[in-house]
């Protein structure tokens, strides 16, 4: 999608311009993984025209491989506004994605055959809310997944805007049970599938309920517990003056990364957590981060300057 917002923390309705931003959540991952030296490949459908070569080419340039992207014709980009504010006002989110090019996707869109070579795929519950055709495309991805023995990782990502907490629990909860790694916000379990407590207690719980999928807890600035048949915590970093947007995104991406490099859960979630930080500070939906930087973040605090 495009993302549009005011510049700084100005109001849609008094402001003269808007910035430009390209986002989408499995982008968001594709692109932090690939400035972390993976290679990585976004499946989507994009409309032919000049704002859809906006989000390839910005992609491209970022190190995604935008090879299996399906260009189609009369169709729109999805788009979204972000009104960005300060406590006590709120960041407020405008979708404007009805019928764009994305959620019209099926299964006959992308070639599965290139799951033979792959080593992860990654989903989020965003795009199973946009249409019944979208829904049967992740459920295709799982299965195609399951067949070459492909690790997944499916983020729940609920989105209140999207559909109702009933329905996303309905659509997710079959496709959470398919998954490899489940990643879930604390306050989405409770949400959607009523599971409140104790992180030890929560992620166990999941994890039964998702026929032993691999979960992980993210929990703010509180960081992320995880069960993988043992329990695993790892803390969050402190940032200051923290820009909410795309951080769990980031995680994700941290996630996935070191979880491809074997390292344990407990690793695995403090690199996550450690990206996020990062992303933290930079404006956009994008996590141009180096492995450097995060691994400079978790040896020595990024304090002070580097020369």
């Known amino acids: 999608m495009l ?6 923390i100005n109001r849609i309705e008094t402001s003269t311009a808007l910035e430009m931003h390209i986002g989408g959540a ?3 991952v594709a692109v932090a993984l690939a400035r972390l030296g993976r290679w990585t490949m976004w499946w989507s459908r994009l409309p032919d025209n000049l704002l859809g070569r906006v989000v390839s080419e910005k992609l491209k340039a970022y190190g995604v491989d935008i090879s299996g992207i399906r260009w189609v014709s009369n169709v729109r980009l999805g788009t979204y506004f972000v009104e960005f504010g300060s406590p006590p006002r709120s960041t407020q989110v405008i979708y404007d994605r009805a019928n764009s090019a994305a959620s019209t996707m099926t299964p006959d869109d992308f070639d599965w055959s290139l799951l033979d070579s792959a080593r992860w795929v990654h989903l989020t519950g965003i795009t199973p809310a946009l249409s019944d055709s979208c829904r049967m495309t992740i459920q295709h991805a799982l299965g195609q997944a399951g067949q070459f023995q492909v690790p997944t990782s ?6 209140a805007r999207l559909w109702s907490a009933e329905q996303a629990a309905a659509i997710l909860d079959p496709l959470a049970k398919q998954a490899t790694y489940v990643i879930i916000a604390e306050r989405d379990a409770k949400t ?3 599971i409140a407590g104790e992180p ?19 929990r703010g600035m509180q960081g992320a ?39 344990s859960l407990t690793e695995a979630m403090r690199y996550g957590c450690a990206t996020a930080a990062l992303k933290l500070t930079m404006p956009g939906d994008l996590a ?10 978790l040896n020595a605090g990024g304090l002070g300057i580097s020369r």
């Open 225 to 263: 517990a995880g069960f993988d048949g043992d329990f695993h915590q790892a803390s969050a970093f402190a940032v200051a003056n923290p820009i909410q947007i795309g951080a769990g995104d980031a995680f994700a991406a941290g996630l996935i990364h070191a979880l491809l490099d074997a390292q």
């Open 192 to 194: 959607l599938f009523g």
């Open 154 to 159: 499916l983020d729940i990502n609920y989105r």
């Open 288 to 297: 141009l981060i180096s492995s450097g930087e995060v691994e400079h973040l």
């Open 26 to 28: 499995e982008s968001n």
């Open 3 to 8: 993302r549009l917002s005011p510049p700084g």
């Open 200 to 218: 030890a207690e929560v992620t166990v719980r999941l994890s039964d309920r998702w026929h032993g999928a691999k979960v992980i807890l993210t």
